[in-house]
Nanobody, 124 residues
Framework: QLQLVESGGGLVQPGGSLRLSCAASGFTLDYYAIGWFRQAPGKEREGVSCISSSGGSTHYPDSVKGRFTISRDKDKNTVYLQMNSLKPEDTAVYYC?????????????????WGQGTQVTVSS
């Protein structure tokens, strides 16, 4: 079965860290750009990071720049999102998505695969 599976979410205190994983099953991520997105209750989905299919290009919005880092491990067929200095406003369901394009096309773009999401809650 071809799918993306996210993991690593949970409850963390403000200022803490989490590392999310996006693992591919049934296909290789080598030819896909991978995006991480999040959606909080009552809000639109927003992009938080993208890494190109080569891994040579990344993008972060200002809201997470300097705190989040995206990376890919081709041997493990997995993309990671390291989240540091977490804030309550980072609370959301986080999704990863894969596209055969060189780079992501935004939260409303066309993606070949979406994961099921993992909850991140930042609270004291």
């Amino acid at each position: 079965q071809l799918q993306l599976v996210e993991s690593g979410g949970g409850l963390v205190q403000p200022g803490g860290s989490l590392r999310l994983s996006c693992a591919a099953s049934g296909f290789t991520l080598d030819y896909y750009a991978i995006g991480w997105f999040r959606q909080a209750p009552g809000k639109e989905r927003e992009g938080v990071s993208c890494i190109s299919s080569s891994g040579g290009s990344t993008h972060y919005p200002d809201s997470v720049k300097g705190r989040f880092t995206i990376s890919r491990d081709k041997d493990k067929n997995t993309v990671y999102l390291q989240m540091n200095s977490l804030k309550p406003e980072d609370t959301a369901v986080y999704y990863c998505a894969a596209t055969r394009e060189y780079f992501c096309s935004g939260p409303r773009g066309d993606y070949d695969f979406w994961g099921q999401g993992t909850q991140v809650t930042v609270s004291s």
